[in-house]
């Protein structure tokens, strides 16, 4: 099967931004990775993601649009136009030369046990703007069909690690708003979102500082753990259960911020709380396994959390903890890369989600396509 060029778009629960990738692929074996590019959101962008996201916890129809919702889904759409335009134009790619757009858009709402998960973003009106194929709507068959809807990307780890030909078994870590771990040993793929990931870092920095996040973990470096916080939130039936499973971004914020009396702790203090959470669940993750993995491979932006690293590297000793940047990876373009390589394997027909990735009873396809005319 023929290579195709294709470009891919995230943007994560997070909330910094939208990263954009350039990947050859046939849906099963990657060509090349090529050039990747990043669109800031600005504050008042993030603003209204925040409060589309607060909307939607009311939701009941995932095609309902009310007022936030339509503005942050407008917002989402030209925002990610821009990014596309101004990465053909900096790397001088012709909108002809790509054969398909994966446009995973802004999750919301992420309810598989109500099968109701909401992207931000109209594929149709994207396809216009560049004149080129999306695919979008990534999780939506899964979920209507009983599965988790996340995580998408096992599929494509799979084929990163044949590329490198690493040792295996090995995880794969993605730490954005949540965190999400794959196992892969040959074949066999298992995978599950293992909690909390920069989200309540981040929402907390920001309520109390007005940064977007804990640049470079430094608060959370200088503040104090409250172990007993910690060992509480383990003990939520979540961390426990086996996968598959997923998450919504602000799944635990509530119960969370209860657990640990986050809000009448120093900042500093806070912070650390918070990352050691993540750190843990992930560790709580790893122990559900098939099998020790060699090495877990980090990626996402929790990785530029250097508390974070120090933290899981703790936690998993003695598994080994890399990061994608160390191993020739992106860590900050890992997903969007993904569906680049997510929107080919739609075009094909070929399965994204499986039954020890999201619990659906059979591997499926998925995606919906958009053409630009």
Not at 26 to 37: A, K, Q, S, V
Not at 41 to 54: F, K, Q
Not at 66 to 93: D, Q, R, S, W, Y
Not at 208 to 228: C, E, F
Request: proline letters at 4%.
């Amino acid at each position: 099967m023929a290579m195709r060029v294709a470009i891919g778009l995230m943007s994560g629960t997070s909330l910094d931004g939208v990263d954009v990738a350039l990947v050859e692929t046939d849906g099963e074996t990657i060509g090349r990775l090529g050039p990747t590019g990043y669109r800031a959101y600005g504050d008042s962008e993030r603003a209204a993601l925040r409060r589309a996201i607060a909307a939607a916890a009311d939701l009941s129809d995932r095609k309902a649009r009310p007022a936030f919702l339509a503005e942050a889904e407008a917002l989402v759409t030209a925002a990610h136009a821009e990014a596309v335009a101004a990465f053909l134009h900096a790397n001088g790619i012709a909108a002809a030369d790509v054969a398909v757009v994966g446009f995973h858009g802004q999750t919301v709402l992420h309810r598989p046990e109500r099968r109701l998960t909401v992207q931000l973003g109209d594929g149709a009106a994207l396809a216009r703007k560049l004149g080129m194929a999306v695919v979008c709507d990534f999780r939506a068959a899964d979920v209507a069909a009983g599965g988790e809807g996340a995580p998408l990307v096992p599929v494509f780890h799979r084929a990163l690690l044949r590329l490198r030909g690493s040792r295996q078994p090995v995880g794969v870590l993605n730490i954005g708003g949540v965190a999400n771990l794959t196992f892969i040993d040959g074949d066999e793929l298992v995978a599950f979102d293992t909690g909390p990931g920069n989200a309540l870092i981040d929402d907390f920095v920001q309520l109390r500082t007005g940064a977007a996040h804990d640049a470079d973990g430094r608060l959370a470096a200088t503040g104090t753990v409250d172990a007993a916080a910690v060992a509480r939130v383990l003990a939520h039936r979540y961390f426990a259960k086996r996968p598959p499973k997923s998450l919504d971004r602000n799944e635990f914020a509530q119960w969370i911020g209860a657990q640990t009396g986050v809000a009448n702790m120093r900042v500093e203090d806070g912070a650390a709380t918070l990352t050691a959470i993540t750190a843990a669940t992930v560790a709580a993750g790893c122990a559900l396994l098939p099998r020790v993995p060699a090495e877990v491979v980090a990626a996402g932006g929790g990785t530029r959390n250097q508390t974070l690293l120090r933290m899981l590297a703790e936690k998993l000793a003695p598994i080994a903890l890399i990061t994608a940047d160390a191993i020739g990876w992106s860590a900050d373009a890992l997903e969007a890369q993904a569906f680049a390589y997510l929107a080919v394997r739609s075009l094909r027909g070929l399965p994204l989600t499986f039954p020890r990735t999201t619990g659906v009873a059979a591997p499926m396809t998925g995606g919906v396509l958009a053409r630009p005319g």
